[in-house]
Structure formats: structure tokens, C-alpha cells
């Protein structure tokens, strides 16, 4: 029976691959974005579905879940991957810059997962896969608030596959290192390969690095609660 996934923030970055990879791979995707309409509707092109909406929002977010299952019936898979950075001394971040991050990185995953939940738990099978980061791991300066939200998805990641376990429902996360992706605009060409000297594999990774994993992810059956690192041995 084919399996249903959405994947947040998915027009763009690693959720791009991610989706591509998944719909190669006879995964049925439903694929949110919010801003980037244009970039959405080239995926139509593999067969996925796209769904607007602003996942900051509870509303929007239920709008997402109640358009698979009355579509599709069922939800095998949620891939929390919305995610916004910031580049910015710590001192210099506003409120608004807190609430943004948090609210985009950490508040979506908390909402969409809980809205989900009911329709997993009743079929007794799920698997939940949360896009994290090496700074939810180790920490980034500069890049305060965007740690600490990815930080949060670490904990709520580990925190809830405990609770979902009798359910038969999986929850991992993947933190990936720096991957190739607009997000590292930020970066100038001398701190990109500055960077790629510090990782032991001398080279920056790919988005379909990280498809690969939650693919794996998705077939297994064992494997919860964890954090899995991604990032060429730049950090352990």
C-alpha cells in the first residue's frame, strides 16, 4: 500500500530533495509552503501534491493534515522541516526576531505533530522525522535563537518517542551539517572553504545526503528517539 508523507517547508533547500527523493521513491508527498509559490508548483511535476500554509498558525496547520486524510485517509509520515536562520549578534536580536525563529523552527513541528497525532495513534503506526541542525547540537555563534530552536526540536524529538513508543509510532531527527543550500548564502566563497577545510571529509554535503537518511528512516523499524548527525565528521 503506498505511503502518505507531508513534509513542511518543501519548496526549497533539503525539503525540496527530500520530496523529490521520496516521490522517485513511490512515497505519495503532500508538500507545504508558505512564501515561494513558484518553487511549489515545480514539484507538481513528480506527482506531489502542494498545500499553502502558514504553519505558525494552528489553523493553518490543521488545514494541511484534514486535506491528506480526507484525500488520501490515512498519514504514514509527517517530515517537520520548516526551518528559518538568522545571522546576528546576539545582542542585536529583537523580540520579534525571537518570536519569528521559535515560532517558524520550533512552534510548526509542535503543532503539526499534535495535530496529526490523533490520526496515527488510532492506526497504531507512524513514523515522525524532525529536520534539526549540527547548532541544536553544539551550538552556533552568531546564530543564537536559531540554535536554541533546533535545540528544542532535539529535545521534543527524544521526549516524545518515548511517549508515541507504544503507539507504534517512530520519532527521529536528522541534524545536518552545512548542506549545500540557499541557506548558506550568508557565507562568503572564502568562508565556505574555510569551512569545508575544518570537515574531515573536506567537502560540503549535498541536500539528497539527508533524503537518503530520512528514507532509511522511514523503512526501518527500530530506530527512535534519536539524533542522527549528518555533517561529514565536522562534529560528533
Not at 577545510?197 to 527512535?224: F, H, M, N, R
Amino acid at each position: 500500500m503506498e505511503k502518505i508523507a507531508i513534509i513542511t517547508g518543501a519548496s526549497k533547500g533539503i525539503g525540496r530533495e527530500i520530496a523529490k527523493y521520496l516521490a522517485k521513491n513511490g512515497i505519495k508527498i503532500i508538500a507545504g509552503y508558505n512564501k515561494s509559490k513558484e518553487e511549489a508548483k515545480q514539484l507538481q511535476e513528480y506527482g506531489i501534491d502542494i498545500i499553502k500554509a502558514d504553519i505558525t498558525k494552528r489553523e493553518e496547520a490543521k488545514k494541511i493534515i484534514q486535506y491528506t486524510l480526507e484525500k488520501y485517509k490515512k498519514i504514514d509520515i509527517l517530515i517537520n522541516n520548516a526551518g528559518i536562520s538568522e545571522y546576528k549578534i546576539y545582542t542585536e536580536e529583537t523580540d520579534e526576531d525571537f518570536h519569528k525563529i521559535i515560532n517558524t523552527n520550533l512552534y510548526s513541528a509542535f503543532v503539526m505533530t499534535q495535530e496529526l497525532l490523533p490520526s496515527m495513534i488510532q492506526n497504531k503506526n507512524g513514523c515522525i522525522i524532525n529536520i534539526s541542525s549540527i547548532w541544536g547540537c553544539i551550538g552556533a555563534s552568531m546564530e543564537v535563537l536559531y540554535s536554541a530552536s533546533k535545540a528544542g526540536i532535539n529535545g521534543l524529538t527524544k521526549a516524545l518517542a518515548k511517549e508515541l513508543g507504544p503507539s507504534n509510532i517512530r520519532v527521529n531527527a536528522i541534524a545536518p551539517g552545512i548542506i549545500n543550500t540557499s541557506m548558506n548564502q550568508k557565507f562568503t566563497k572564502q568562508e565556505l572553504k574555510q569551512i569545508q577545510e575544518e570537515i574531515p571529509l573536506e567537502k560540503i554535503g549535498d541536500p539528497q545526503d539527508i533524503a537518503k537518511c530520512v528514507k532509511w528512516l522511514i523503512e526501518d523499524s527500530y530506530t527512535t528517539g534519536q539524533i542522527i548527525q549528518i555533517n561529514g565528521g565536522w562534529a560528533t
